[in-house]
């Protein structure tokens, strides 16, 4: 047995330490590809345990990845050189919600969701609302900085993060940020942290910030006969003055797959929809909800549903959030990207998706938060196919450079982790890359903490095969 | 076909794929609860099926996290990707079952357990003469004769406190086997009675035949019958469950019956799977097939028979803990429900967490019973926080373990568990 593990587990109650193959196994994966055995797996329940192993790591140069739930789609937590995942999900739950600061102080392992509900018991909200919020640990959300549908109006994690508490690579301290809405005292290391993948630190305790819950929501699902128009209509609401708090869109793929797996009344002919979600006072939401009806109409909309009741409205919600499980009945495996662009280039991806899918004889439907520009193109094949999944990985890499041409970004809320690495210099560019490196390297001068993250090794490639 | 093909095979390899790792069912999955590791989450047994299928690891490895599941299926329930974990689950028990070194004790065991002492309806009936936990020990003196007795500790002393009064073997004997009424009737119902829910909770399915009878419904109980066979499958003896199986659709064909009912969740969510045992196309398939369209939930045949009037209101709170084997595999939710709201003076108070598994699951109590008493903790604490006066279930496992929950937080005399049936019949229903 290596020494290092005998280190740990003088620190680290042996239950906790975790070593059979099974249950390596159990924490070599996450919801995106690759799988990676680590040596060990140790579940931390406080800020002196992470303390210890991060110093005895550092000291012997052990690799560690720290990990929440595992849902993420970027391959985060993945184990790629072996050493110990520091798992989180299992460290005692805290939430303390400071409803007079509006404010809310977590400990990692909170589910996200979770947060969200303490707030509303105060009549606030917390805003971010990845789609995984019920099973997703905050401490994963902010290492990957997620953003989810309200994302729109409100902004992505990063947005709402006062105040950190994180243990360095080194095995130290420190505290970033603080509890209040304004805070410009040096460098913000908060907004460097958040979104840093687990690659900076290890985030013991955040300060969140919460907002009013809005007094009432309205659903509007609007169909078109023109992908086009769909994005034309989405352009044309922002810039009218109105801001609605979700604005997803689905392609006619999406559609029918969600009418297919379990129907709810879909329009199965529409080429898109646009379901959009209004929030606020309920006298300002009947004027909104006219001039967006308007907006439609006047676009080219060929139905507008405004459903009349709260169980209308969650059932068009429902049929949206169908989508993911739906489409993996085409095929089985699911290659979620991530797209995103400029709000004006929508229509132009959903081009040159079809011309990928065309040239590489690929399945790809698309589907998103629209109104943000972040769309999710989904590619759909099955892993056991090698062959195929040589073509996925060519159209994969074709949408990166689509997005990117467009004015976009590789990465809108799923983060880069190891799918995206290798295109990572094609967004920012040598120096823009090099620039980061150098911040990690002088956190983590022995390259201990999430190595094989953001930063691809030379020579690189996107691979969705066993090999 | 090679033997890693073979293995793949019988492990389901195929339907693993459908698992997209998103996690969706880590909240729902009991044992990711109380065992605190992805190994015994669905995920991750998932994932270490295919280890396993892959040669990647052994057999030996999934041992202990397929093992640790309860079965209770709340992840099948919020899967987005429709997986079918039972089927997998399954696969993989009979594949432990197969290749597991057993001890010859172990496996003279089993053979009496399975083979003999579930299926017999003269093991059944001595089992309720002589109560379910006597006849444990009894079980004892058997597996020291057939040389099995160092079989993991049962804590039958602990299941032993909570065990209802049993009736006579007279009583028991003299039950008809045909309830006809002397006023038309409105359906003609077949009963499953079930092993234990027969043996040890005799007087409730007597009340079974009761409200049948008040709710204008003729009432058999085909001779025949036997063992569900869910024990069995559940523990990786799929040939015998099929061939308990036969034996049951063909009790059950002889009379053309309206309903075969049941009480206990667990039964009923085998009987009413009884097609997948069998290869479509099959003769079986079809017989099978047919036998399932008919098999209810006693909750859903009240509820449809519509005939109950409450006579006596009980002055009471109560709160339910449906049978997981009844949610998330027969879908029976709000029948139970709707007929406790109908009793006079019942107050429902719903529980936080309903759809949480109170860790009976079968055998699972006895044979993993620490892992087992986790789970009943976080169960009885979500109890403790509604404070009800009955807590009502619907299967004969769930029963003995809330009452054993109700025991281990000393609220004896606050607080007790009954089967529905019996609450209904207390509100003396015409």
Redesign the interface.
């Known amino acids: 047995m290596s020494t290092w593990l005998d280190l740990i587990k003088e620190k680290i109650p042996e239950a906790r330490v975790?070593t059979?193959?099974?249950?390596r196994?159990?924490?070599?994966?996450?919801?995106s590809f690759g799988e990676y055995l680590p040596e060990a797996?140790v579940?931390v329940k406080h800020k002196e345990e992470v303390v210890s192993v991060l110093k005895m790591a550092n000291e012997h140069q052990i690799p560690v990845y720290p990990r929440g739930?595992?849902?993420c789609l970027s391959g985060g937590p993945l184990p790629v050189f072996g050493g110990i995942v520091l798992?989180i999900s299992?460290w005692p739950e805290k939430i303390d919600v400071s409803p007079d600061d509006l404010t809310v102080t977590v400990t990692p392992s909170v589910?996200t969701g979770n947060i969200n509900k303490e707030a509303e018991k105060h009549g606030l909200m917390y805003a971010p609302d990845p789609s995984?919020a019920?099973?997703?640990t905050i401490g994963g959300n902010l290492a990957e900085n997620s953003g989810g549908p309200r994302g729109l109006k409100y902004g992505v994690t990063k947005d709402h993060v006062l105040g950190l508490e994180v243990v360095t690579p080194e095995g130290e301290v420190i505290r970033t940020g603080g509890n209040t809405i304004k805070n410009v005292t040096g460098y913000d290391l908060t907004k460097l942290i958040v979104g840093s993948e687990g690659t900076l630190g290890v985030i013991t305790e955040a300060t969140l910030k919460l907002m009013p819950k809005p007094r009432d929501f309205q659903t509007l699902m609007v169909s078109f006969g023109e992908v086009r128009k769909a994005g034309e209509a989405i352009s044309k609401t922002l810039t009218s003055g109105i801001l609605p708090s979700k604005m997803e869109f689905m392609d006619q793929a999406c559609i029918q797959a969600v009418e297919n797996f379990k129907p709810v009344g879909l329009p199965k002919n529409a080429a898109a929809i646009v379901i959009i979600e209004l929030d606020g006072h309920p006298e300002t939401l009947k004027i909104e909800r006219k001039l967006v009806e308007e907006i439609m109409e006047e676009v080219g909309a060929t139905d507008i549903v405004v459903p009349k009741s709260e169980e209308e409205a969650e059932k068009i919600w429902h049929a949206r959030k169908?989508v993911?499980?739906a489409i993996?009945k085409i095929k089985?495996?699911?290659v979620s990207e991530d797209a995103t662009v400029p709000r004006s280039k929508i229509p132009d991806l959903i081009d040159r998706l079809q011309e990928i899918k065309e040239k590489h004889k690929v399945e790809i439907v698309a589907f998103g938060h629209a109104g943000d520009g972040n769309l999710h193109p989904n590619v759909l094949c099955?892993?056991?196919d090698q062959e195929e999944m040589k073509r996925v990985e060519l159209a994969v890499e074709e949408i990166f450079k689509a997005a990117i041409e467009l004015g976009g970004t590789l990465s809108g809320e799923h983060g880069i982790g190891t799918m995206k690495a290798p295109f990572l210099e094609s967004e920012l560019g040598e120096v823009g890359v090099d620039m980061m490196k150098r911040i990690k390297e002088s956190w983590d001068p022995n390259g201990i903490l999430n190595p094989g993250k953001i930063f691809a090794e030379k020579g690189q490639k996107l691979v969705l095969r066993n090999e | 076909m090679s033997d890693l093909q073979v293995l793949q095979d019988k492990l389901n390899y195929d339907k693993t794929?459908?698992c997209?790792?998103?996690?969706?069912c880590?909240?729902a999955c009991p044992t990711y609860e109380t065992m605190?590791?992805?190994?015994h989450?669905p995920r991750?047994r998932i994932?270490?099926v295919k280890?396993v299928a892959e040669g990647?690891?052994t057999v030996n490895?999934?041992e202990?996290?397929i093992e640790k599941c309860l079965g209770c299926m709340a992840c099948t329930t919020v899967c987005?990707?429709?997986v079918q974990y039972g089927e997998i689950l399954e696969g993989t028990k009979e594949v432990i079952d197969e290749q597991k070194e057993k001890t010859k004790r172990r496996q003279q065991m089993e053979r009496f357990l399975f083979d003999e002492f579930f299926p017999s309806k003269n093991w059944m009936d001595t089992l309720g003469d002589a109560s379910w936990f006597y006849q444990k020990s009894g079980l004892q003196t058997m597996a020291q004769r057939t040389g099995a007795s160092k079989i993991a500790p049962l804590h039958i002393e602990e299941f032993e406190k909570v065990l209802p009064e049993m009736p006579s073997p007279k009583r028991r004997r003299d039950r008809a086997k045909r309830y006809i009424r002397k006023r038309p009737s409105t359906a003609k119902v077949a009963f499953f009675t079930g092993c234990i829910m027969d043996s040890v909770f005799f007087y409730s399915n007597e009340n079974t035949i009761e409200l049948l009878l008040r709710s204008g419904a003729e009432v058999l109980i085909p001779e025949e019958q036997s063992c569900c066979g869910a024990l069995h499958a559940h523990t990786g003896k799929k040939e015998s469950a099929k061939e308990l199986a036969k034996q049951n659709i063909d009790a059950f064909e002889k009379e053309n019956v309206d309903y075969i009912i049941n009480n206990a969740g667990g039964c009923g969510a085998k009987l009413v799977e009884y097609d997948h045992l069998f290869e479509k196309g099959t003769e079986w398939h079809q017989r099978a097939v047919r036998f399932v369209e008919k098999v209810k939930d006693i909750s859903e045949v009240l509820v449809d028979l519509d005939h109950l009037d409450f006579q006596k209101p009980l002055n009471k709170t109560v709160t339910y803990q449906p049978s997981c084997h009844m949610t998330n595999v027969q879908g029976v939710t709000d029948a139970p429900l709707e007929l406790i709201k109908k009793i006079p003076g019942v107050q429902l108070k719903e529980l936080d967490r309903p759809d949480f598994c109170c860790g009976s699951a079968g055998i699972y109590n006895v044979v993993n019973y620490e892992e087992s008493m986790d789970i009943l903790d976080v169960k009885m604490e979500d109890v403790c926080g509604v404070a009800p006066e009955g807590i009502v279930t619907s299967n004969p496992g769930c029963l003995l373990q809330m009452k054993l929950g109700v025991e281990r937080e000393g609220l004896n005399d606050k607080s007790d568990a009954v089967h529905l049936v019996d609450l209904l019949m207390e509100a003396d229903p015409q």
């Not at chain 2, 997209?20 to 969706?24: E, I, S, T």
Request: hydrophobic share 25%; glycine share 4%; net charge negative.
């Open positions: 975790l059979e193959l099974s249950d196994y159990s924490y070599s994966f996450d919801a797996v579940q739930q595992g849902t798992d299992q589910l995984s019920h099973v997703a169908q993911s499980p993996a089985p495996t699911k099955d892993k056991r | 794929f459908d997209v790792q998103c996690g969706y880590l909240p605190e590791r992805e190994t989450s991750g994932n270490l280890m990647k690891a490895d999934l202990s996290p987005p990707t429709n």
